[in-house]
């Protein structure tokens, strides 16, 4: 198993930007697809992107709401997954959980069996 812990989200003006972290720990991580996910309040959970694992090549896939604007990039000597958010919009708000799952690639989150607590992110009109 792993351990995920979250950083990063806060209160920005729409337009604006964050980046968010999620840092691995407890098993090997390349074997790992890694996953962001989203949730508003009242809403069911979001798939956001993800990034395949070692034998996946490490490929990137994004949700059409968010291409172009959130950028997924993975630094496997720090076992790290980030999230760079630009021009966001206050429909992006909610809280964001990293994943990680026993997978080459999956955009499913059912298939995620490792979570973390997530961190909020608040978009402002």
């Known amino acids: 198993q792993v351990q995920l812990v979250e950083s990063g989200g806060g209160l920005v003006q729409a337009g604006g930007s964050l980046r968010l972290s999620c840092t691995a720990s407890?098993?090997?991580?390349?074997?790992?697809?890694m996953g962001w996910f989203r949730q508003a309040p009242g809403k069911e959970r979001e798939f956001v992107g993800a990034?395949?694992?070692?034998?996946?090549?490490?490929?990137?896939h994004y949700a059409d709401s968010v291409k172009g604007r959130f950028t997924i990039s993975r630094d496997n000597a720090k076992n790290t997954v980030s999230l760079q958010m630009n021009s966001l919009k206050p429909e992006d708000t909610g809280v964001y959980c990293c994943?990680?799952?026993?997978?080459?690639?999956?955009?499913?989150?059912?298939?995620?069996?490792?979570w973390g607590q997530g961190t909020q992110v608040t978009v402002s009109s």
């Open positions: 990034v395949g694992n070692i034998w996946y090549g490490y490929s990137i």
């Open positions: 407890g098993s090997t991580y390349s074997n790992y697809a």
């Open positions: 994943a990680a799952a026993r997978a080459p690639y999956s955009d499913n989150p059912t298939l995620y069996d490792n």
